[in-house]
Structure formats: structure tokens, C-alpha cells
């Protein structure tokens, strides 16, 4: 249906005094012609043609997902209060007028592009001009899927931090998330427009041709057209038609791609036309460039692509001055001007849930006489976990009241489970798995242990701080940008120093400081909206 759409939306001019009227409902069908607007115009037989044709659209539902509305159509939606699908808000996105006697929800209202009326302005032909918006911006993000991870924890926090009176937000995402992915979708502020991406991309031939091209051979398109000319214009239509196809006319002022691993997405806001245009970097992105899962490279296939979009945004935000410094270093021959558009901004803090979470009854009960590390991430190489338990054999031998707790899921975790067994470490070392509220066990262990191998600026060892916990960690970019004031223990990455680390930590030889968390996230709130201007 959609490709049969497209043929039309590109080809057919629009046909004056033509209506088509998408409703299950022939009562309904009957009043739209009846009334005086629609006088002398031909009803036209919904079709893909007739939607991309008719001068008038009008629809008391969701329109397909492929429909974009057209310059020179006008289109008129009916909203009867149903609950907002995404679909349907695709639609109130699309829609010039939206006659409703109820209201929008507060987070829709200052972002649709149409004019809201009433069924009797409706009815007496009284249709205004739509109004002004007011000075607000609006941001559009995109947020990285959601997963249990910091970048999400990092967002969730930012987007509770914000000053609404002066931004709103829309926040993109697919609709094939899972459980866990939906959840923290809706952990996400209430003034936050949640959009999910429903159908796929209308794409031509030759659009589709030219986005193989970027996607196979974009560093050959790179040094032959450099930064302004590789991404060919066939890709600009194809991804700008996209966010159209999301998002309608919907006026993006700020379009951040908060995540920075995915192309889909990093294409939709490099080309969205936003004024301002951040693209976040929340690690040493040469090491992700690096990183395999068996024998296959888990990003490779995205970056190669996305390092070279890079200068079409206006910012390249690190977490963390260590982290945008390695990075800089790692691919100033890539951005131009990398000095000055590759920046740092620190993650920002949601404190008092930490601290209120962190009062809740724990899912586990701890072993009074033992004394536990806890550590808490994606199960995944760069974590360096499998290090990190093999160390700890060699704690246990020499302080068997040792006990070590994992937090987290991934594709590690079956192999991590093999090691604890081979090594025979049942009964010191927990693979405790994902938990809804991970904070209360984290107050009563007695030590944070972070073994990662490349971090950006991790969310983890902030919460930890928060909950004034000792912290040793290995000396990586990313925790020395936290750490190296004498908040905690930083160690050489290696397994005989962080044995070493545990010990120290074993007989109290951490370092601790006060962490003065809310001046800290003044801070990171105040340099993000820096970035914005």
C-alpha cells in the first residue's frame, strides 16, 4: 500500500473541489457533505490516489501510517477523546484543523502544527487562522531504545531536570520495544509528547539505491565529495519525507540525538532542518567502534556511517572532558573544526528518586557477617566482568567473608555464570540479574566496584556517590572524571590490581569526599542548555 502511496504522492497534482473521507461511519460521511464548506465538491472513493490527490482530507480516526499530508491539501481531523494510540497522534501531528469539544493533553497542545476548533465553530463555518506559538522551543530527541542501561538513566534524569517553561519536548522511539524497554519509556517526564514510530519508510527506487551506497561505501562517498557532499540528496529526501511522515509539519527547533549508535535515527535528525542539532557521544566511541560480540563488530556497521554525519551537526557532546578529549584525539580527521564542535556536558542527576528508591525494603537479604561488592551493568565485554569475578577468586582465598553481587542482564551472562561455577565461587558470587529497584541493595553493600574496560561518564558511579558508598574503580577516562578528586579508588585496569583494589577495600584503605550532588547537577544543568543556544 505504501509504495502504490508514494507512486501517487509524488506524481498526482492535487485535484480542486475533491474530498475523501476516511470513517467506518456513514452518518459521519453524510454531515461532512452536507455541510456548507463542502458545497459542490465530489466525494471521492478512499484510495491511495484519492489520499494523495484530494484537496480535502477529513478523518474521525487514525489515519494508515503511510499517509502524509500534502502542501495544498487541507486536512480535518475529528477527535472523539479516544485514547491517544500512536497513530492517532500521528494523525493530530498531520492535521490543519482538529475539531474536538474536549481537551488535548497539555504535552500535545503547544506541539501540533493545526489549529484546535469546536464542533460549533465547526458547524458555523468559523474556522480561525492558526495561532501563534508561543517563545518556548521545541526539542526533539531521540533516546536510544530505552534498554536498562546509563544512557537511558541519563535521559530519564535530563528530562526531569528541564526547565519547561521555556522547552517542550517530543521524544521518538520504536514500537517494537520490549517489557523492560516500556517501561522506562514510561518513566520519561508527563510533559514529554512520547512519539512511536509506527510503519515503515516510503522510499523510490533510486532513494533506495543511494542510501545502499551511503551504507556500503560511505568513507569512498566521504573522501571523494567530502563533508557537505557525501550524503547525496536522493538520502537528505528520503529521511527528510521520514520525520515529515512522523511528525507532519511539526516546527523542530532543537534536534538531539542523545543516543549516537544508530543511523536510522541519526540520519532523521541530521537532516531534520532544526536550527540547533546536538549529537551525544556517551563513550569512547573508538573502543565501541572496536567492540565485538563473538566475531562480529556489534556497531561498526552504524558508525562508519554516523562518525562521518558528525559535521552535520552543530555539537559533538561527550559526558565527560576526559571522555570528549579521547574522542577529539580519536576522530578530529573525521570532523571539521573538531575543536571547537566536540564538547563535554555531564550527565545529569535525579537525586531524590535515588534517595527516596534507595529507602525501599530490598529484594535481597544480605548476610550479616559478610562484606559485599556490588557492581551493576550490562553484562556485556566492555564491562569487564569476567576479569573482575577471576580477580576475586584470589580476595576470597585470603578474605573468605568476601561476597560479590552483579547486577544486570546481557549476552555475557551465561559465560559469566560457566566461570562462576569452574571457579567455584558459587557461594561468594551472585549473578542477581536485572532488579526493578537496584538501590536499596546498593546502600547496604559495603563497597561499589566498577572493572569497565571503556565507560563515558557512568551513571552508576554517580548514583553510588549519592548514596555515599566507597567506590574503587578502574582508571579509565570516564570514572577518572568522577573519581579523581578523591571521591574513591581509581586502579590500574588490570586482574592483580583490582584484586589489590578489594583487598584495599576490604581493610578500609578507600578514599571517600562528600559528594555535593545538587550543586553538581546545577551544573550539568547549566552547561546542557549552553549547548542549546
Not at 517553561?165 to 522511539?173: A, G, K, L, N, P
Not at 537525586?351 to 559485599?372: G, I, T, W
Not at 578528586?485 to 577495600?505: C, F, T, V
Request: proline share 4%; with cysteine; hydrophobic share 40%.
Amino acid at each position: 500500500m505504501g509504495e502504490r502511496y508514494l507512486k501517487y504522492y509524488l506524481q498526482e497534482p492535487i485535484r480542486k473541489n475533491s474530498v475523501v473521507i476516511v470513517s467506518d461511519h456513514e452518518g459521519f460521511i453524510e454531515g461532512i457533505m452536507e455541510h456548507p464548506i463542502f458545497a459542490g465538491m465530489s466525494l471521492e472513493s478512499l484510495s491511495d490516489k484519492t489520499l494523495a490527490s484530494a484537496a480535502y482530507v477529513v478523518s474521525d480516526g487514525a489515519m494508515p501510517s503511510y499517509f502524509i499530508k500534502k502542501d495544498g491539501q487541507t486536512y480535518s481531523h475529528f477527535y472523539r477523546g479516544k485514547p491517544l494510540e500512536p497513530l492517532l497522534v500521528r494523525s493530530l501531528l498531520h492535521a490543519d484543523y482538529i475539531v474536538t469539544d474536549g481537551e488535548l493533553p497539555a504535552n500535545l497542545q503547544g506541539v501540533i502544527p493545526g489549529t484546535v476548533i469546536t464542533s460549533q465553530q465547526w458547524e458555523t463555518g468559523s474556522l480561525p487562522a492558526k495561532r501563534e506559538n508561543d517563545s518556548k522551543k521545541t526539542i526533539l530527541m531521540y533516546c536510544g531504545g530505552f534498554k536498562n542501561n546509563g544512557i537511558t538513566t541519563s535521559a530519564i534524569n535530563l528530562l526531569h531536570n528541564l526547565d519547561y517553561e521555556r522547552y517542550r519536548v517530543i521524544v521518538m522511539d520504536t514500537e517494537a520495544l520490549h517489557d523492560d524497554c516500556k517501561r522506562n519509556f514510561e518513566k520519561l517526564d508527563p510533559r514529554v509528547l512520547r512519539v512511536t514510530v509506527v510503519g515503515g519508510m516510503l522510499r523510490t527506487a533510486a532513494e533506495s539505491k543511494a542510501e545502499e551506497r551511503l551504507f556500503t561505501a560511505s568513507h569512498e562517498l566521504y573522501v571523494e565529495f567530502g563533508p557537505e557532499g557525501f550524503l547525496e540528496d536522493e538520502v537528505k529526501r528520503l529521511y527528510q519525507r521520514e520525520l515529515r511522515r512522523i511528525l507532519g509539519k511539526t516546527k523542530i527547533d532543537i534536534a538531539i540525538d542523545f543516543d549516537g549508535y544508530f543511523k536510522y535515527w541519526t540520519l532523521l535528525l541530521a537532516t531534520s532542518g532544526a536550527n540547533r542539532k546536538l549529537i551525544y557521544q556517551h563513550n569512547e566511541m573508538m573502543q565501541e567502534y572496536r567492540k565485538k560480540l563473538g566475531v562480529d563488530y556489534k556497531h561498526r556497521v552504524d558508525l562508519n556511517v554516523i562518525f562521518l554525519l558528525y559535521n552535520s551537526f552543530d555539537k559533538i557532546v561527550s559526558v565527560a572532558e576526559h571522555t570528549r578529549d579521547l574522542n577529539e584525539a580519536k576522530l578530529r580527521h573525521l570532523v571539521e573544526n573538531s575543536s571547537e564542535k566536540m564538547v563535554y556536558v555531564h550527565n545529569s542527576l535525579d537525586y531524590e528518586a535515588v534517595l527516596k528508591a534507595a529507602d525501599e525494603a530490598p529484594d535481597v537479604e544480605l548476610d550479616k557477617d559478610s562484606f559485599y561488592f556490588v557492581t551493576m551493568g550490562r553484562l556485556s565485554p566492555e564491562k569487564n566482568q569476567r576479569v573482575l569475578i577471576e580477580a576475586f577468586k584470589e580476595v576470597v582465598a585470603k578474605r573468605h567473608e568476601a561476597k560479590l553481587v552483579l547486577i544486570g542482564n546481557g549476552e555475557l551472562k551465561e559465560e559469566l555464570a560457566e566461570v562462576i561455577g569452574k571457579l567455584g565461587l558459587e557461594k561468594h558470587v551472585t549473578l542477581l540479574g536485572q532488579v526493578v529497584n537496584p538501590f536499596p541493595l546498593l546502600k547496604q553493600c559495603d563497597v561499589f566496584i566498577l572493572p569497565s574496560n571503556h565507560e563515558g561518564q557512568p551513571m552508576v558511579l554517580l548514583e553510588a556517590l549519592i548514596l555515599r558508598k566507597a567506590i574503587v574503580a578502574t582508571d579509565i577516562p570516564g570514572s577518572r572524571s568522577i573519581l579523581e578528586d578523591g571521591y574513591g579508588l581509581l586502579i590500574p585496569n588490570s586482574k592483580e590490581h583490582l584484586e589489590d583494589g578489594m583487598l584495599r577495600a576490604l581493610n578500609g584503605e578507600v578514599p571517600t569526599k562528600e559528594f555535593d550532588y545538587v550543586t553538581y547537577n546545577q551544573h550539568a544543568m547549566e552547561m546542557f542548555y549552553g549547548m542549546l543556544e
